[in-house]
């Protein structure tokens, strides 16, 4: 049985217009004209709500197996269907085992079987002492690997140095497969945070103080160096300072494989807003001010940042400090570095992109097909085009969304976008050519799988 989905906005490759979205089984037919759709089509008239592509996130924190009580695959891909997301990478740290050997991946894999709603795959983890474990890892099916130049956050996975990422790269470059790099190094941190003893640390200014630009800045002039001499996919994951922009730009010039993704947050919060103990509003690199925030636009308009992903990173309400009894008191140096936002992510963007003329066109290219090219996945997902899953999103642009508990659907309703007004809203989720969420309800039985890169 073939399905006609018809709207006046249908996004894409050669732009959004009044389209159907022809669907038989799993797959997309056509894409014809309102016109031409064949009569012996089922037809679903969306009317005004828009058809993307099914969003894809390349940077998330699942945290399952081992620390489950973060996240798990359950909910964090509910949340994901929720928010328009059919395809999540999954971060191959804050998970026990880390994600560093074949063991280990085969352990994430039975733990997520039969669990998720929407599709999912694994980044590899580079760590200091993995090296002999990166190709076996690609030949296992990661789409990639993930390294921190600093101390991570939490035990389980370890920062790699500058000696062992000359050990390691030569593997990566002959694996094909891109690094994905948090970019902080450690002695700008240090220097910055012996400069501030005595500090209010409840204050957001001393935390933002404690993570200079200078630390981005140097890590990432670092891994383009690196970059130059081997010759690896570098991928710069969250980037935060706008400082670090132009020697991006130049070395993308040089044609050096690199390419840059930023998150919601940081294009949607200013440092200048955030209240003094508000943890629900900590990551690392923090957010930053609001002049770089609009840098940071600027660079996405000109196609110096690649995409927007989440950096979905979850966590229990302790870790947050959201258990006290008075919220003054949550200090920023105690509470857990990352913001879950998995639900609430294309809200976030089209509430900013209509701030500032920007299109569901654009929106499209920076969550879905760009992190999709990144993953090794265009070929699948990431745009609405014939032979392709059935994989797409209707989603209401004119609705306004007041954040609350019940619209995040993440393991625990911790948000600094609770209260919140956003403009545009996910009404319907599919996924090959099944709804897999529809206002507000979800399919009973979980149909995603993992795509393996073999």
Same mark, same amino acid.
Request: aromatic share 6%; charged share 20%.
């Given at each position: ?5 018809l709207?006046n906005r ?8 009044p389209?159907a979205l022809?669907v ?5 037919r056509?894409?014809?004209n ?12 969306c009317g ?11 940077h998330v924190?699942?945290?399952?197996p081992g ?8 909910t964090?891909?509910?949340a994901?269907?929720a928010?328009?997301i ?6 191959p740290?804050n998970c026990?085992p880390?994600?560093t ?7 994430k894999r039975e ?6 709603f929407?599709? $999912?795959a694994?980044?590899?983890g580079?760590?200091?002492?993995n090296r002999r ?5 690609a030949r296992?099916?990661?789409?990639g ?8 956050g ?7 140095d500058h000696?062992q990422?000359?050990a390691?790269l030569?593997?990566?470059?002959r ?6 790099v948090?970019a902080?190094?450690a ?7 012996e ?5 209010d640390?409840?204050?957001?200014s001393?935390y933002?103080a ?5 630390a ?7 891994m383009?160096?690196?970059c130059?001499? +081997? ?9 935060s300072?706008?400082l670090a ?6 070395a ?12 919601p ?5 200013t440092a200048e807003?955030?209240?003094?103990s508000s943890a629900v509003?900590?990551c690392?690199p923090p957010?930053?001010?609001?002049e770089?925030?609009e840098?940071? $636009? ?5 196609g110096d ?9 979850p966590?229990p ?12 008191t949550?200090?920023f140096?105690?509470? $857990?570095?990352?913001i879950a936002?998995l639900s609430l992510?294309?809200s976030?963007?089209?509430t ?5 003329g920007f299109?569901?066109d654009h929106m499209?290219? $920076?969550?879905s097909?760009?992190p999709a ?6 070929h699948?997902?990431?745009?609405l085009e014939?032979?392709?899953?059935a994989?797409?999103?209707l989603?209401?642009t004119?609705a306004e ?6 619209h995040? +659907? ?6 600094? +976008?609770?209260g919140e007004t ?18 507000g ?6 149909t995603?799988?993992?795509i393996?890169?073999l």
């Amino acid at each position: 049985m073939s399905h006609a989905f018809l709207s006046n906005r249908v996004v894409t490759p050669g732009g959004t217009r009044p389209a159907a979205l022809l669907v038989e089984g799993e797959r997309i037919r056509a894409i014809s004209n309102l016109s031409e759709v064949p009569a012996d089509a089922t037809l679903h008239d969306c009317g005004h709500l828009a058809i993307l592509p099914g969003l894809v996130d390349t940077h998330v924190h699942i945290n399952q197996p081992g620390r489950t009580e973060w996240e798990g695959f359950p909910t964090a891909t509910r949340a994901a269907a929720a928010g328009g997301i059919t395809t999540v990478v999954d971060m191959p740290l804050n998970c026990l085992p880390a994600t560093t050997t074949v063991a280990a991946l085969e352990a994430k894999r039975e733990s997520a079987r039969g669990q998720c709603f929407i599709d $999912w795959a694994p980044w590899g983890g580079a760590v200091a002492d993995n090296r002999r474990d990166i190709l076996p890892l690609a030949r296992a099916g990661v789409l990639g690997y993930k390294c921190f130049l600093i101390h991570p956050g939490c035990e389980g996975f370890t920062m790699i140095d500058h000696r062992q990422l000359e050990a390691t790269l030569p593997h990566i470059a002959r694996s094909g497969l891109p690094l994905l790099v948090h970019a902080e190094l450690a002695g700008p941190i240090d220097r910055a945070t012996e400069s501030l003893k005595g500090a209010d640390w409840c204050r957001y200014s001393t935390y933002l103080a404690s993570r200079p630009d200078e630390a981005e800045l140097e890590a990432i002039r670092m891994m383009i160096g690196l970059c130059r001499r +081997y010759r690896f996919r570098l991928h710069i994951v969250h980037l935060s300072t706008a400082l670090a922009l132009d020697d991006l730009r130049s070395a993308r010039a040089e044609g050096l494989p690199i390419t840059v993704e930023t998150c919601p947050h940081y294009l949607h919060f200013t440092a200048e807003e955030i209240p003094d103990s508000s943890a629900v509003h900590k990551c690392a690199p923090p957010i930053r001010s609001r002049e770089n925030r609009e840098a940071l $636009w600027q660079a996405l308009a000109a196609g110096d940042i690649d995409m927007i992903v989440t950096d979905h990173s979850p966590c229990p309400p302790a870790m947050k400090c959201a258990d006290r009894g008075s919220s003054d008191t949550a200090r920023f140096d105690e509470a $857990w570095g990352g913001i879950a936002s998995l639900s609430l992510a294309l809200s976030i963007i089209h509430t900013e992109c209509r701030a500032r003329g920007f299109t569901l066109d654009h929106m499209v290219r $920076w969550m879905s097909a760009a992190p999709a090219a990144l993953a090794g996945l265009g070929h699948r997902t990431g745009a609405l085009e014939p032979g392709r899953e059935a994989t797409f999103v209707l989603f209401d642009t004119d609705a306004e969304l007041k954040v609350t508990p019940d619209h995040l +659907y993440f393991h625990h309703p911790i948000s600094p +976008y609770l209260g919140e007004t956003l403009r545009g809203e996910v009404r319907a989720t599919w996924l090959r050519g099944e709804p897999i969420f529809s206002e507000g309800t979800f399919m009973p039985t979980p149909t995603g799988r993992e795509i393996i890169s073999l």
